[in-house]
């Protein structure tokens, strides 16, 4: 194995990151990658050979217990030299001692297995038209909104740790679109939409019950149309199972899948609210 040399990234050198996403037909958001490094800076390393980027992976530290791993990647024509496995151990020290989850496509999941990760639940990711609503769906405002102290106590319910950076640049990102369901003066729920590669991506979908999940749902679809997306797709967490009957409600179809996999404890969630996992880069 020619020396590989590994090294954080910059938001401008991870754009040939996401490109490498593309590729590998994961649908990437257009421009995710303010609202990733806004959590944390130091978490995105890049492999390179004489200077050339070979190989790539995320470690974001959201608190001190938990960080999550993504964008684990090596050029097509250069697997199977170590690459990987060096840029996979550099990215894990960034970690410490945290608790780190992923999202694992199938074809991995031995390997991370081997290296200390548990299977927890399996992810898919549906994909597909909504139908326009027949009239304006009720209750649905722009998140912004919502009092930000009272959207971050709901997003940490359904995520492992708070990630108040994360979120103020995840709602006002310059594309996404932010939804929030009130109900009686109460917030019940909240999602975003983004302009991605092929559908756009709707993550989080968090909500109180399957009525307000199909509520946000079918406000976000509208909302993509208003970009230009006639189609969306959606992370669909098996834990929650009203989550695959609501996409098989709105007539989406299950494309691929991942497993959520974990190498030890962490914050539980209510995974009853849990209908569409942010991203499955940063989790």
Same mark, same amino acid.
Do not use: K
């Given at each position: 194995?020619?020396?590989?040399?590994?090294?954080?990234?910059?938001?401008?050198?991870?754009?040939?990151?996401?490109?490498?996403?593309a590729?590998?037909?994961?649908?990437?958001?257009?421009?995710?990658?303010?609202?990733?490094?806004?959590?944390?800076?130091?978490?995105?390393?890049?492999?390179?050979?004489?200077?050339?980027?070979?190989?790539?992976?995320?470690?974001?530290?959201?608190d001190?217990?938990?960080?999550?791993?993504?964008?684990?990647?090596?050029?097509?024509?250069?697997?199977?030299?170590?690459?990987?496995?060096a840029?996979?151990?550099?990215?894990?020290?960034?970690?410490?001692?945290?608790?780190?989850?992923?999202d694992?496509?199938?074809?991995?999941?031995?390997?991370?297995?081997?290296?200390g990760?548990?299977?927890?639940?399996?992810?898919?990711?549906?994909?597909?038209?909504?139908?326009?609503? +027949?009239?304006?769906?009720? !209750? %649905?405002? #722009?998140?912004? @909104?919502?009092?930000?102290? /009272?959207?971050? =106590?709901? *997003?940490?319910?359904?995520?492992?740790?708070?990630?108040?950076?994360?979120?103020?640049?995840?709602?006002?990102?310059?594309?996404?679109?932010?939804?929030?369901?009130?109900?009686?003066?109460?917030?019940?729920?909240?999602?975003?939409?983004?302009?991605?590669?092929?559908?756009?991506?709707?993550?989080?979908?968090?909500?109180?019950?399957?009525?307000?999940? +199909?509520?946000?749902?079918? !406000? %976000?679809? #509208?909302?993509? @149309?208003?970009?230009?997306? /006639?189609?969306? =797709?959606? *992370?669909?967490?098996?834990?929650?199972?009203?989550?695959?009957?609501?996409a098989?409600?709105?007539?989406?179809?299950?494309?691929?899948?991942?497993?959520?996999?974990?190498?030890?404890?962490?914050?539980?969630?209510?995974?009853?609210?849990?209908?569409?996992?942010t991203?499955?880069?940063?989790?």
């Open positions: 194995m020619t020396s590989l040399s590994v090294s954080s990234a910059t938001p401008q050198e991870w754009a040939l990151v996401r490109s490498w996403a590729e590998e037909g994961w649908n990437p958001g257009l421009s995710d990658i303010p609202a990733f490094f806004a959590q944390d800076p130091a978490g995105f390393f890049l492999g390179r050979v004489e200077g050339e980027p070979v190989s790539a992976i995320s470690v974001v530290n959201y001190d217990s938990y960080a999550f791993l993504g964008f684990y990647l090596v050029r097509p024509e250069l697997r199977g030299l170590g690459y990987g496995l840029t996979w151990r550099a990215g894990l020290a960034h970690a410490g001692g945290r608790a780190v989850g992923l694992g496509v199938p074809a991995q999941q031995d390997n991370y297995r081997r290296s990760f548990t299977t927890a639940y399996r992810t898919a990711r549906y994909v597909g038209e909504v139908p326009a609503p +027949a009239r304006p769906v009720a !209750g %649905l405002v #722009a998140a912004e @909104r919502v009092d930000r102290v /009272a959207l971050a =106590a709901y *997003d940490g319910l359904c995520h492992h740790a708070d990630r108040p950076l994360f979120l103020d640049a995840w709602l006002t990102t310059p594309g996404h679109r932010a939804l929030a369901r009130v109900v009686d003066g109460r917030l019940t729920g909240y999602g975003v939409v983004r302009p991605a590669e092929d559908e756009a991506r709707v993550g989080p979908l968090f909500a109180d019950t399957p009525a307000d999940a +199909a509520a946000l749902l079918d !406000g %976000l679809a #509208a909302e993509a @149309r208003e970009f230009g997306a /006639a189609r969306i =797709a959606v *992370d669909m967490p098996e834990a929650n199972p009203a989550a695959a009957l609501l098989q409600e709105r007539g989406l179809e299950p494309t691929f899948e991942t497993a959520r996999m974990y190498t030890g404890p962490v914050r539980p969630v209510a995974r009853e609210r849990v209908f569409g996992v991203t499955l880069e940063l989790g």
